[in-house]
């Protein structure tokens, strides 16, 4: 990669489908991923603490504990980066089904896709099992108990590959692979971005409620440079600075921004809560050639806040 940009080659991820059926008819929410994130993080504490009086700060097993590591994400002892945050990006992302009905009856199938990022792949027996247990808890208003009877594997290298079925109970590896990043973006100086899930980006401390093209660069620098860092094990090389300043260059053409929020309970706060964010269509104009890999990665991780709820799912046009 020339000018402002470094390697990115390390950036590995596993990307999987997972079909739940349901074994009772279901009532859901209009946005899927925070019903699906709540619900299975506390099914996926259940499945692997040994000591659930304890909080989690003051258990001896914290420093390998799977639900830690992927839940907590806490700040390794000693790092630099984010020394301002008590925690660091999950290494997953969840992409919920878009447009879900409502009511769904029994043996109705809910297919989402669950992107494993770095060190995150290596727990993806985790993520089957904790499946399997809220499965039986169910989900929704209703609590519809349901079944995980299939994950495949979603890697681009060439046809889904079928990593577990309900009805051998036996799990493959899932494969690592670097998404491909060189594709290059927009024709004729243009740039659209899609955001179909709501996006929670920070400008100066705030929420934005528009997406100048700068805005979206430097959250989602934020995230690959944390992501890289804690879970594949490389510090992100670049000119953070020149990328910027490349960013801030580019102009916004055309935008259909529109603000979505949607509710969903805090098992951990024990209240009702509400997450919003930018989603819709923006066109930008002007030279993007060097954050073509950072865009393209993007992608696959999301951006912003919220993502393992599915929140910042963007595609480039």
């Not at 929670?200 to 690959?224: A, I, M, Q």
């Not at 890999?293 to 599915?310: D, N």
Request: aromatic share 10%; glycine share 10%; proline share 6%.
């Amino acid at each position: 990669m020339s000018g402002t940009g470094g390697r990115l080659d390390y950036f590995s991820i596993s990307a999987v489908r997972l079909t739940l059926r349901l074994l009772e008819p279901a009532v859901l929410p209009p946005f899927l991923g925070a019903t699906l994130r709540g619900a299975f993080g506390y099914a996926f504490k259940g499945c692997v603490c040994t000591r659930r009086a304890v909080v989690c700060a003051e258990c001896l097993v914290r420093a390998s504990c799977p639900y830690r590591y992927v839940f907590e994400s806490p700040l390794p002892d000693g790092a630099a980066m984010m020394r301002l945050y008590p925690n660091v990006p999950h290494p997953f992302v969840i992409e919920p089904p878009l447009g879900q009905p409502a009511r769904l009856a029994v043996g109705a199938d809910i297919e989402f896709s669950l992107v494993l990022i770095g060190r995150g792949t290596d727990y993806l027996p985790y993520f089957v099992l904790a499946f399997q247990e809220l499965g039986k808890a169910g989900i929704g208003a209703r609590r519809a108990k349901f079944a995980l009877i299939r994950v495949v594997d979603k890697s681009p290298a060439g046809a889904e590959a079928l990593l577990f079925d309900s009805s051998h109970n036996r799990l493959a590896t899932a494969q690592r692979f670097v998404p491909d990043m060189s594709k290059p973006l927009g024709t004729n100086g243009t740039v659209t971005v899609v955001l179909d899930t709501p996006a929670r980006l920070k400008s100066e401390g705030h929420y934005v409620s528009d997406l100048p093209f700068h805005v979206l660069v430097r959250n989602l620098l934020r995230r690959l440079s944390a992501l890289s860092s804690f879970h594949c094990g490389h510090e992100l090389q670049a000119d953070f600075g020149g990328l910027i300043r490349k960013a801030e260059q580019v102009s916004t053409k055309r935008t259909e921004i529109r603000w979505e929020e949607f509710e969903r309970y805090s098992t951990r706060q024990k209240q009702r809560m509400r997450m919003g964010g930018v989603a819709g269509v923006v066109e930008y104009a002007g030279d993007v050639g060097d954050l073509t890999p950072y865009l393209r990665l993007g992608e696959w991780v999301h951006v912003g806040k919220a993502t393992s709820f599915g929140f910042g799912r963007y595609r480039i046009l």
